[in-house]
């Protein structure tokens, strides 16, 4: 957990406001707003998954890897936070130091199903400075909290708090997917809707934000 993440609340209008940001939508987070850094998300990407690599359209495994590699790069300086929502490696061949060495930023990481087989064979603490089935965080004054699986409730959910999730990549034609859609701040990281790269809490908000019945892409 970020430092201060256990102070978020609903605040009211007027409360706290020197010391902390009313968000548009979201949880009051009183004197956690943060500058110098960012925060950013990603879930499944499956380094060294060649099955999956040809699913997802590259011509090998090795063109995967790379361009998420790269995407990575290409966003996260080395002060950076990176939220990872599990399945980072799925039979991957290569160790997964040989990956890790190579994503900057400072990783927390969320166990997936994929992930227990690698986890035994790696000093987590040399990787990451927090893991577990279930984190809580703030970002830019916005409550969140973070778990592989989308779920029905979390943490301050009534009071504006956002879930951030992976695991069903791009499928839309599971039977909970249509009731998912409905639910207000509830974000999907995964990797194969969001370009095959980290992103910010605040531009998963802005791709979700609710649009007209007639708007919205049908499955």
């Known amino acids: 957990m970020r430092p201060g993440a256990e102070r978020c609340f609903q605040g009211e209008a007027g409360e706290g406001r020197s010391s902390g940001a009313q968000a548009e939508g979201g949880a009051f987070c009183y004197g956690m707003l ?3 850094d960012m925060d950013y998300f990603i879930a499944d990407t499956h380094f060294g998954h060649a099955r999956l690599s040809a699913q997802r359209g590259f011509p090998s495994l090795e063109a995967m890897e790379t361009r998420l590699v790269s995407n990575w790069q290409a966003r996260v300086q080395p002060a950076d936070h990176v939220y990872i929502l599990g399945d980072l490696f799925c039979h991957n061949s290569l160790p997964p130091s040989r990956y890790l060495e190579q ?6 990481f969320v166990i997936g199903n994929h992930d227990r087989a690698w986890m035994r064979t790696e000093n987590l603490s040399r990787w990451f400075v927090e893991w577990g089935h279930v984190l809580e965080g703030e970002s830019q004054g916005l409550c969140f909290t973070c778990c592989h699986y989308p779920m029905l409730d979390w943490y301050r959910r009534r009071h504006g708090a956002h879930l951030v999730y992976g695991h069903i990549h791009a499928n839309t034609t599971d039977p909970y997917y249509p009731y998912l859609q409905t639910m207000e701040r509830c974000h999907n990281a995964g990797v194969d809707v969001t370009g095959y790269r980290p992103v910010t809490l605040r531009e998963l908000i802005a791709r979700d934000r609710p649009r007209p019945d007639s708007a ?3 499955p």
């Open 216 to 218: 919205r892409p049908q």
């Open 103 to 108: 994503l900057p930023g400072v990783k927390h």
């Open 34 to 36: 943060k500058s110098g």
